[in-house]
């Protein structure tokens, strides 16, 4: 039982950078594809260049699901390692308070600050950090994936020495302040697509990343933005969000179409947001001779095309699209100020013990965006 604090003692820890933490926790625990339980575990401390957070609200990923599952890209297989260390706390998506601060970091921080950590925990040491390339760290942890990093589905986690942490505003509400680390990703891909204000873009996939893609793509002002998906809500969200046309590829031939409203062409550019093969290979036919490809998702299988396309007949720009670097601020203040629209995105909020719950709806996908859960 945690002891009660007077004022005076309260104060005093304030000062001295913790509060009164529990030993214990429940937090969701990963072992293997399948095997993943609801169980105590230690509350992490604070070592000398360590915040402690407890966290308020952790967004369930389509990269948490596939992982779930068990995809190559996260356990490994014959051609590539697992990167994975079980077993770890998921939840990479988050945000929580600062509650307990190491020595060397309480001239920056203060109990009760409001922070986010991005994904990704780079070594600060390797040619890419060296560079400036911190999201590309050849030796990088990140939350939610390593037991040395474990995530936020818990009451407690640890942001350690290297993490990139950023402030979060007091006012903004917690199912916007939960979008911030996917939308930072959405602005980055955005960025990654050199947009042009003459351009055709399209945008396939509008799940929570595909609409921080929409609202972002918007403010780069492009001719035409149009938003592929085979569900009519997050359609009619996209279109709230800021785009010229929407379309579902189950009910037209989008290639055609695309098409027939650029002269015979093409989009200029195309951003892959679904995690479906089939988009990959419809982007390859929508886009034009030496148009932007853009790939974002994570997929759980590998994906065939004609690689002829990509060279051969049309020699085109393909960019791969990592994490949020450097969009951390722009994220933060888009969201807080409304150019980057959020509300309805958030579909579910849960208790975190119905974290099972949470997996299935967005396993599913049907009325459901971003399940959120709250420790």
Sequence with gaps: MNKVLTPDMAALQKEAGSVTLPNRMKAVVAYEPGDYRWEEVDVPRAG?????????????????????????????????????????????????????????????????????????????????????????????????????????????????????????????????????EPYACSVHAVNRANIQLDDVVVLAGAGTLGLGMVGAARLKNPSKLIVLDTKQDRLDLARKFGADIVMNPLEEDVVARIKEMTDGYGCDVYIEATGHPSSVRQGLHMIRKLGRFVEFSVFGDEVTCDWSIISDRKELDVLGSHLGPYCYPFTIAAIADGRLPVEGVVTHTLPLDQWKEGFDLMKKGDKSIKTVLIP
């Design 48 to 180: 000398p260049d360590d915040i402690i957070v407890e966290v308020e609200a952790v967004g369930i990923c389509a990269g948490d699901i596939k992982c779930f599952l068990g995809a190559p890209s996260f356990w490994g297989d014959k051609e590539q390692p697992r990167y994975v260390k079980p077993p770890m706390i998921p939840g990479h998506e988050f945000v929580g308070r600062a509650v307990e601060i190491g020595e060397n970091l309480r001239s920056q921080y203060k109990i009760g600050d409001r922070l986010i950590s991005e994904q990704i925990v780079p070594c600060d040491d390797c040619r890419y950090c060296k560079g400036g390339q911190y999201w590309m760290c050849e030796r990088h942890d990140l939350y939610g994936f390593q037991n040395n990093t474990n995530g936020a589905m818990a009451k407690y986690m640890r942001f350690p020495k290297t993490s990139r942490t950023h402030r979060v505003p007091e006012n903004m509400p917690l199912d916007a302040a939960a979008l911030i």
